[in-house]
């Protein structure tokens, strides 16, 4: 009788729902059709929140931007940005509100420092020169934190889903690959298109490159370290197979900075292989970064003789990195950063407001810097540095908060690679900095970690760190446990 009248009750809510639908219609509204979706979405983000969350990470690199939808010029990432911010207010709910959360989260160094730099962010939004651009940054930008952080550190403390996080994310990717090597092939991968073919799934080849970049290492280390981690034979030819597919995409994205990227994180790893120590690596690191801050004239200088430009071939193409003479794309980053670093100097402490660099930065150009493409609005990249978009936008206390967030991500990560007593625990923090550092590299000239296609891998490879340190460290190796 039960089951008789649950049918009764499933066929009178269809019959409702397919006479509203059909009004609803009639009158030209069509997003009725999406409710039942929406609703089934909805039960799984509460009951299996680890499913939807693994779900989005497939669904991001295959999502399509649509610029200005009719709602406040607003635009939309789609399926991916509805599926975010229902996540983000699920997280809210059932993980603050109603009190299910592991706590011991927000107590971990890097949590703290991602909470300061939060706070901060939200603090100088007040301040902010373009107040409803700036609380737009935050709320996005807490969106991400929210899911790929404070969630995905719960969710890693399966360490499996650590694996599937990686893997949904690069089979996703692979698709877009695939996809971007066909079309490119009509065009017998010409440089000259090799900048939008990627379209629409991905807005330009850096961001592209970029994406790619980071999971090059985890393939790597999957194929290499197979036998002693004890991955199957059958794992470990894909990891091969794909490790192949990804370098070959890196390397007809004609993405300078890309390659550069993946030079920089062999050049760490064999720091890692011959153990150098975290503090010695940031003494050295800092010595350096205040060498070229002092002498930047001077380096500037000598790099404006290099004529090399950015279109003729792969090996010129990339001894072009440095021109700054003639090399129109060199050129115009320069004039950006300068814009920034003048900017900082009107506003040290608070900067402009977050997110609103393009708005702001045309009067500060320096005329010795401005080239053909220059524009008064950022319509045509914002300000090209990971670094110096914190600094224009919330000053040297949002510049030093962010960089307080990876001093703990790599000191822990450190740790984990030096002192953790599972291998395969070191393997994968291995592998996540080696990624990590491609794009805190690529974040030299390009600044992509407000953007859905990097802010997934960038929170959640800090989220990975964190849990791998809170929950996984200590723990004996269990076989196959990465699969």
């Given at each position: 009788?039960?089951?008789?009248?649950?049918?009764?009750?499933?066929?009178?809510?269809?019959?409702?729902?397919?006479?509203?639908?059909?009004?609803?219609?009639?009158?030209?509204?069509?997003?009725?059709?999406?409710?039942?979706?929406?609703?089934?979405?909805?039960?799984?983000?509460?009951?299996?929140?680890?499913?939807?969350?693994?779900?989005?990470?497939?669904?991001?690199?295959?999502?399509?931007?649509?610029?200005?939808?009719?709602?406040?010029?607003?635009?939309?990432?789609?399926?991916?940005?509805?599926?975010?911010?229902?996540?983000a207010a699920t997280v809210v709910f059932k993980f603050i509100i109603d009190g299910n959360y592991d706590y011991s989260v927000f107590k971990h160094p890097i949590s703290i420092a991602i909470l300061i730099n939060t706070a901060w962010i939200f603090m100088d939004c007040f301040l902010s020169e373009h107040k409803i651009i700036s609380f737009k940054y935050f709320f996005s930008r807490c969106w991400f934190i929210i899911v790929f952080y404070f969630l995905?550190?719960?969710?890693?403390?399966?360490?499996?889903?650590?694996?599937n996080f990686h893997w949904l994310y690069i089979a996703g990717l692979?698709?877009?690959?695939?996809?971007?090597?066909?079309?490119?092939?009509?065009?017998?991968?010409?440089?000259?298109?090799?900048?939008?073919?990627?379209?629409?799934?991905?807005?330009?080849?850096g961001v592209y490159a970029a994406a790619i970049a980071f999971f090059i290492p985890y393939l790597l280390m999957q194929a290499l370290y197979a036998h002693k981690l004890r991955i199957p034979a059958s794992i470990m030819i894909i990891s091969a197979a794909l490790f192949t597919?990804?370098?070959?995409?890196?390397?007809?994205?004609?993405?300078?900075?890309?390659?550069?990227?993946l030079a920089a994180a062999a050049a760490l790893m064999i720091l890692f292989t011959l153990r150098v120590r975290f503090f010695l690596i940031i003494a050295v690191f800092s010595a350096v970064s205040f060498y070229v801050v002092s002498n930047s004239d001077d380096i500037i200088y000598r790099l404006s003789f290099n004529k090399q430009n950015s279109a003729e071939g792969l090996e010129k193409h990339l001894e072009s990195v440095s021109n700054i003479q003639n090399d129109v794309s060199n050129l115009e980053r320069v004039n950006r950063w300068v814009a920034a670093i003048n900017m900082s100097k009107v506003k040290p402490i608070t900067g402009f407001g977050p997110g609103t660099y393009p708005f702001d930065y045309a009067v500060y150009q320096d005329p010795q810097y401005k080239t053909e493409i220059t524009t008064y609005f950022g319509d045509n990249g914002g300000v090209h540095s990971e670094y110096l978009a914190p600094l224009a936008e919330t000053g040297w206390i949002g510049l030093l908060s962010f960089l307080l967030i990876l001093f703990f991500v790599y000191k822990?990560?450190?740790?984990?690679?030096?002192?953790?007593?599972?291998?395969?625990?070191?393997?994968?923090?291995?592998?996540?900095?080696?990624?990590?550092?491609?794009?805190?590299?690529?974040?030299?000239?390009?600044?992509?970690?407000?953007?859905?296609?990097?802010?997934?891998?960038?929170w959640g490879s800090f989220a990975m760190i964190t849990a791998l340190d809170m929950f996984h460290k200590e723990e004996s190796l269990i076989k196959n446990e990465q699969l």
């Open positions: 009788m039960k089951i008789k009248r649950k049918l009764k009750w499933f066929y009178v809510v269809g019959a409702i729902f397919i006479l509203l639908n059909s009004i609803a219609l009639a009158m030209g509204f069509q997003w009725l059709a999406l409710l039942p979706i929406s609703f089934l979405i909805l039960i799984v983000a509460i009951f299996r929140i680890d499913i939807l969350i693994l779900l989005l990470v497939f669904l991001v690199p295959l999502s399509i931007e649509f610029e200005n939808v009719g709602i406040m010029g607003l635009g939309i990432s789609l399926p991916d940005e509805p599926l975010l911010i229902l996540l995905a550190v719960v969710l890693f403390k399966k360490i499996r889903n650590i694996h692979t698709i877009v690959i695939i996809y971007t090597f066909i079309q490119h092939s009509q065009y017998n991968f010409s440089q000259i298109v090799s900048f939008t073919i990627m379209q629409p799934f991905f807005v330009g080849h597919l990804f370098s070959l995409a890196i390397v007809f994205s004609y993405a300078r900075a890309a390659w550069v990227s822990t990560g450190f740790q984990l690679i030096y002192k953790s007593k599972k291998y395969s625990v070191q393997i994968l923090a291995t592998s996540i900095l080696l990624g990590l550092s491609t794009y805190l590299t690529h974040g030299l000239v390009n600044n992509y970690s407000e953007t859905d296609k990097i802010a997934v891998i960038f």
